[in-house]
């Protein structure tokens, strides 16, 4: 009987976010229906996630399903700035996708739109590594900062448009100011990062808007990519050669190498 039940309650879940990602509110509210009982039934739902820890809320969201969210927000009492394992939030869900409607419809239920996942990627930061552009400027109307700072090493919404080669979101980000020498934690900038994904678009963007060239050595990273129109393009645009070797005496002669090189002697001779 137990075993019985268990798959009864799995089968219901399995109905219940299938309703919710496929938009269909009439299974949703039927499922809602047999699921009631003495817990709110806000909590029973908030349990039930798939197997990449989503709730019905965010599938919901992920799919521009505004009337869903609406229902379980709403009607049902589901937390608008719920959280997955990864403190993603529904708001995050319908940015990355480009659902403007639902994340309007989010914002004016209160959603945060600065609220930061695991490592540290607002919604704005989600906007631009998607190439979101509508969402980039929704969001900058809203007051956000245009340069808000992730934990993580992506950095600047800026970097991270430039570390997925979407040369038109930083395009906008940059017509509304964002720093083009900013860093990451690791001193990657914006320049390097293009040039590390390889987005010659995205590095002509930045050298127009005046990105340091020699900072981190994009043209080292350019060399080593084997990306040779990206490599003549900072040539053209001044990139010194001489800075590159610099950086690369300095790390051999760093003192992290350092131990790392006696820890390697210390392992295999010792």
Known sequence: MASSSRASDQSKASKLLEAASSGNLCVLKEVVVELNGGKKIADKIKELKDANGKSALHLGAFHGRTEICQYLIEDLGFPVDFLTAKDETPLSQAVMQGHEATTRYLINQGAD?????REGSTPLHYAAKYGQDKMVKFFLSLGVPVDITSNHATGSPLIMAAMCGQA?????????HADV???????????????????????????KAGADLNLKCPLDMA??????????????????PNVCI?????????????????????????
């Open 113 to 117: 739109p600065v609220a930061p996942n």
């Open 168 to 176: 038109s979101t930083a395009e906008v980000l940059l017509q509304h």
């Open 181 to 207: 020498n900013a860093t990451t934690s690791i001193d990657y900038t914006p320049l390097f990062m293009s040039v590390s994904a390889g987005s010659l678009e995205c590095t002509k963007l930045f050298i």
């Open 223 to 240: 060399i080593y990519k084997g990306s040779i129109e990206i490599v003549k393009c900072l040539q053209e645009a001044g990139a010194d």
């Open 246 to 270: 610099e950086e690369r005496i300095n790390t051999f002669f760093s003192p992290l190498f350092f131990r790392c090189s006696i820890a390697f002697v210390v392992f295999f001779y010792f």
